[in-house]
Nanobody, 128 residues
Framework: VQLQASGGGLVQAGGSLRLSCAAS????????MAWFRQAPGKEREFVSG????????RYADSVKGRFTISRDNEKKILYLQMNSLNPEDTAVYYC??????????????????????WGQGTQVTVSS
C-alpha cells in the first residue's frame, strides 16, 4: 500500500485541523492504520491508531479528548481530526499501515517499528 498524507498547515493555538491519508491499492480495509508525529530533535511518537474495521481506536494520553481518528474504507482514506491544538502539537505528522492479525487479540501497536508502510508526512505548526 502507498500512503499520501495531507492537510497540515499553520494554525493558532486553540484551532483545528483535519489530516487525511489517502491510500492506494485494493486492500486498504485489511490494514491497521495509525498516525505518528515527530518534532525537531525528538523521536517519532504514536498519536493514534485504528483497527482495520474501524471499531477499535487508541490514543496517546497527550491527545485524548482533542484528537479523533477515523477511516473510510470505501474511499481508502484515514483521517485525524485535531481540535484544541497547542504549540506542543507542532510536528511532522505521518500516517502508517500494517497488517497484523495478532493485534485483534492483543490490541493496536504503538511503536513505529511495528508499522510497515509510511506516508511522506505533513507539517503541522501551531502558533501561540
Amino acid at each position: 500500500v502507498q500512503l499520501q498524507a495531507s492537510g497540515g498547515g499553520l494554525v493558532q493555538a486553540g484551532g483545528s485541523l483535519r489530516l487525511s491519508c489517502a491510500a492506494s491499492g485494493r486492500t486498504f480495509s485489511t490494514y491497521h492504520m495509525a498516525w505518528f508525529r515527530q518534532a525537531p530533535g525528538k523521536e517519532r511518537e504514536f498519536v493514534s491508531g485504528i483497527m482495520w474495521s474501524g471499531d477499535v481506536t487508541r490514543y496517546a494520553d497527550s491527545v485524548k479528548g482533542r484528537f479523533t481518528i477515523s477511516r473510510d474504507n470505501e474511499k481508502k482514506i484515514l483521517y485525524l481530526q485535531m481540535n484544541s491544538l497547542n504549540p506542543e502539537d507542532t510536528a511532522v505528522y505521518y500516517c502508517a499501515a500494517v497488517i497484523n492479525y495478532e493485534w485483534e487479540y492483543y490490541g493496536l501497536g504503538s511503536s513505529p517499528r511495528e508499522y510497515e508502510y509510511w506516508g511522506q508526512g505533513t507539517q503541522v505548526t501551531v502558533s501561540s
